[in-house]
T-cell receptor
């Protein structure tokens, strides 16, 4: 079974600074997808960024980028120039290429301080 | 023009009651899901439907019964509600087998008293 581990239950960062959230996963698969979802206090689940395992290039979406280390099974999220609106729970998620279900980590609560 | 919608957003009910949560997506997706998020924010898949057929049925009590009248709708009916059913329930959809990203509804907070 695939497991996703987020070892940082809570983190904080000053506005405008950079923060990195960690995620590791366990799988024997070669083809899969990885995601970071954001859940602000409104509880809406919002896709932040996605990565296909067969792509070596790290995904980037504006201020959000990932460091995907396939051999180490690591998928960290870097948020640059943190904004107050980035305050949220962040979930790392794994999905096998051939299956329907997504497995989530336990989440990291990020607080951006003014 | 909400992509994935759920009704109701909040549901407060007594133990032993039967309740339903509805989900609709207007994205033309083939696959829909129900997730449960517990009080510790842990998200776990419950069910998945592809083209109205049940694909995933995780170990959930049989008091939970999903129903998909068509590809755009996936409803969740819960019988004999228990205190432990209190959680936020999310519906999600995905284009199909070849796609990856799931799009989530706003969630339904269920409180069982």
């Amino acid at each position: 079974a695939q497991t996703v581990t987020q070892s940082q239950p809570e983190m904080s960062v000053q506005e405008a600074e950079t923060v990195t959230l960690s995620c590791t996963y366990d799988t024997s698969e070669n083809n899969y997808y990885l995601f970071w979802y954001k859940q602000p206090p409104s509880r809406q689940m919002i896709l932040v960024i996605r990565q296909e395992a067969y792509k070596q290039q790290n995904a980037t979406e504006n201020r959000f980028s990932v460091n995907f280390q396939k051999a180490a099974k690591s998928f960290s999220l870097k948020i640059s120039d943190s904004q107050l609106g980035d305050t949220a729970m962040y979930f790392c998620a794994f999905m096998k290429h051939s299956l329907h279900d997504m497995r989530f980590g336990a989440g990291t609560r990020l607080t951006v301080k003014p | 023009d909400t992509a994935v919608s759920q009704t109701p957003k909040y549901l407060v009910t007594q133990m032993g009651n039967d309740k339903s949560i509805k989900c609709e997506q207007n994205l033309g997706h083939d696959t829909m899901y129900w997730y449960k998020q517990d009080s510790k924010k842990f998200l776990k898949i419950m069910f998945s439907y592809n083209n109205k057929e049940l694909i995933i049925n995780e170990t959930v009590p049989n008091r939970f019964s999903p129903k998909s009248p068509d590809k755009a709708h996936l409803n969740l009916h819960i019988n004999s509600l228990e205190l432990g059913d209190s959680a936020v329930y999310f519906c999600a959809s995905r284009l199909g087998l070849g796609a990856d990203t799931q799009y989530f509804g706003p969630g339904t907070r269920l409180t069982v008293l």
